[in-house]
């Protein structure tokens, strides 16, 4: 069977439609307006303690979007650089920039001088939004950018009177969490909400193939692109994203959502309003779209501040009944090993979600252990918006394998070529492939870099080995460019990662390729384990037992911590420069 037949088919027995339906919305902007008008009084988002309900973001937003339309040089189609963490201000900026008509570029809080010259020039922002405790940061670099507006938030911005003094005055004065910094002409966030709380906003038009973010990725081989992802591109990945949650069987089953990924309406005729748990931060594509996802059904968002204060997020979990939590896999060991998480109630819990970073068979089980839940695995790119197919679940399981990345969204195509572009047949390795409408236009400004990852007539050549089996499930083998190559045989770190994993004094491990003068390259292993008795010989005998003798580790490292992305993702570049 052909691959694409093998993966309609696998669709088709999970419930999942083939295609997604004709677009509601011309827009970002309008899907928020439209939840705030049908559930006003729904909860909309929760960080530091404080909510919102979607009439109050979509009001506060209208006021941020007058506030750039009014008083400020921007026109439609400038670039706005959000660099925010998980408050609530973050959604109330957003969507506010996208109703002005203005491109977003996400950008990150922890970012160096350097990384934010190269972000602001390549993308050429004329405004930024920042957050106080790291505008020391942006003093030096913004004379050497094109942004003429800045405007700056500090942490409880938009929380009630008292508590935003308290919390405020205690980050800059008690915890000496704001450096000195100056700014010249930079504004307060709550000055530019009370000056567009009168006007009209004005209508822009945006349309479905205007560009709404420029998503930069990670950078790992050199300087971070702009992924350019428009609207159609995000609505697209919604609108998929709701079709694959219709399939899981959990929320089938709980009457969350109905067959078409609507939220079931309660008694009153208002919808349910549940919590989701986002801990990874909303500038990255992750969890950005899926905040998209959850205010088009208008469910309850729990934002947490610092994921890496993991007490701070068990005690904010406690506090809510969450019904969906997405995560990593670092993040799923990292709670799983501590006594108050597994204190908590996870009677409401029905759905994990699991991306960015491969997950492991020792932490899906250990989840799964500990919440009763089971973790569905998804896959995606910054360049594919970024869900392209996810472990759904279906009621029989026909739509859940571990290990592998699930069922492909509804009107997206995969492919498998060789090193000269030939498509392979199911069970052959090989680079994977997408096509489909949550796929990026091209990196911004650089036609030669598109042509290298996105073909004329649509297919994005993913940098991903995988491989689909005739059931229909596409398995990722590895990164193209962390394959290690030993006496000429491949190995994929994931598979030493994942048998490395399964020991059960090993927390966390990332393997890598070390050079080698007689085989080419090793298989090097950095270890955090939890006991101090455990040795290179003993990780040594135990992969053997395991894998065929060149997989095996030749080196093993044993570390306190392993480098991490900011979203936790394990950063083997800088292992590899070690």
């Not at 405004?127 to 790291?134: D, F, H, Y």
């Not at 500990?370 to 279906?394: A, C, D, Q």
């Not at 994931?494 to 020991?503: D, R």
Request: hydrophobic letters at 40%; aromatic letters at 8%.
């Amino acid at each position: 069977m052909q691959i694409q037949q093998s993966i309609e088919a696998l669709r088709e027995q999970s419930g999942i439609p083939k295609e997604i339906g004709p677009f509601v919305f011309n827009n970002l902007a309008q899907v928020l307006s439209d939840t705030a008008a049908r559930l006003p009084k729904n909860l909309a988002f929760t960080s530091l303690g404080c909510s919102i309900s979607y009439a109050e973001l979509d009001a506060l937003s209208d006021a941020f979007g007058k506030y750039l339309q009014q008083h400020t040089t921007l026109e439609s189609g400038d670039r706005i650089a959000i660099q925010l963490p998980n408050l609530i201000q973050y959604p109330v900026v957003f969507y506010g920039a996208l109703k002005a008509g203005l491109v977003v570029v996400n950008t990150n809080p922890l970012y160096t001088k350097r990384e934010l010259t190269h972000q602001f020039n390549d993308s050429g922002a004329k405004a930024l939004v920042v957050l106080a405790n790291v505008a020391h940061t942006v003093e030096d670099v913004i004379p050497k950018t094109l942004i003429k507006h800045v405007i700056v938030s500090e942490l409880a911005d938009l929380h009630g009177f008292f508590s935003r003094k308290i919390t405020n005055f205690g980050a800059r004065y008690i915890k000496k969490m704001v450096p000195p910094y100056s700014i010249p002409g930079a504004v307060s966030l709550r000055y530019c909400l009370d000056q567009g709380k009168s006007g009209q906003l004005q209508n822009t038009n945006a349309s479905l193939d205007d560009l709404a973010l420029l998503q930069y990725t990670g950078g790992t081989t050199g300087l971070a692109k702009g992924a350019m992802l428009s609207h159609r591109n995000i609505l697209a990945n919604v609108a998929q994203e709701r079709a694959l949650f219709a399939g899981f069987e959990s929320l089938a089953d709980s009457g969350v959502f109905d067959s078409k990924g609507n939220v079931n309406s309660g008694a009153d005729g208002s919808a349910s309003n549940h919590t989701v748990v986002l801990p990874l931060p909303l500038y990255h594509v992750y969890a950005c779209t899926l905040c998209a996802l959850m205010v088009d059904l208008g469910q309850h968002c729990l934002l947490i501040a610092n994921p890496r204060d993991l007490g701070s997020m068990v005690k904010d979990m406690s506090r809510w009944p969450v019904t969906v939590f997405c995560g990593l896999n670092t993040l799923f060991v990292a709670l799983c090993g501590r006594d108050d998480f597994k204190a908590l109630d996870f009677s409401a819990l029905k759905i994990t979600i699991s991306g960015g970073m491969a997950l492991t068979s020792d932490a899906a089980n250990r989840w799964k252990e500990i919440t009763g839940v089971n973790i569905y695995e998804g896959y995606g790119l910054t360049e594919t918006s970024p869900v392209v197919s996810i472990n759904v679940g279906s009621p029989n399981d026909s739509g859940r394998k571990l290990g592998s990345i699930g069922v492909s969204a509804p009107s997206t195509e995969l492919k498998v070529i060789d090193s000269e572009g030939n498509s392979l047949p199911c069970g052959e390795p090989g680079e994977l492939c997408v096509r489909g409408p949550q796929v990026m236009q091209g990196y911004w400004q650089l036609p030669e870099k598109t042509a290298e990852v996105l073909s004329e007539d649509g297919w994005l050549a993913t940098g991903d080995i995988a491989l689909i089996g005739e059931d229909g499930f596409p398995h990722i083998v590895d990164r193209l460019k962390d394959m290690i190559i030993v006496s000429g045989f491949n190995v994929f770190p994931n598979e030493v990662e994942e048998v490395v994993s399964s020991h059960e004094h090993v927390i966390e491990c990332a393997v890598v390729g070390v050079p080698d003068e007689r085989v080419g390259e090793r298989v090097k292993v950095f270890i955090v384990a939890s006991s101090p008795d455990l040795t290179s010989a003993d990780i040594i005998a135990f992969c053997r037992t395991e894998l065929t003798a060149y997989k095996v580790p030749h080196l093993v490292s044993f570390m306190d911590d392993l480098p991490k992305s900011n979203v936790g993702k394990i950063l083997r570049r800088e292992l590899r420069d070690k």
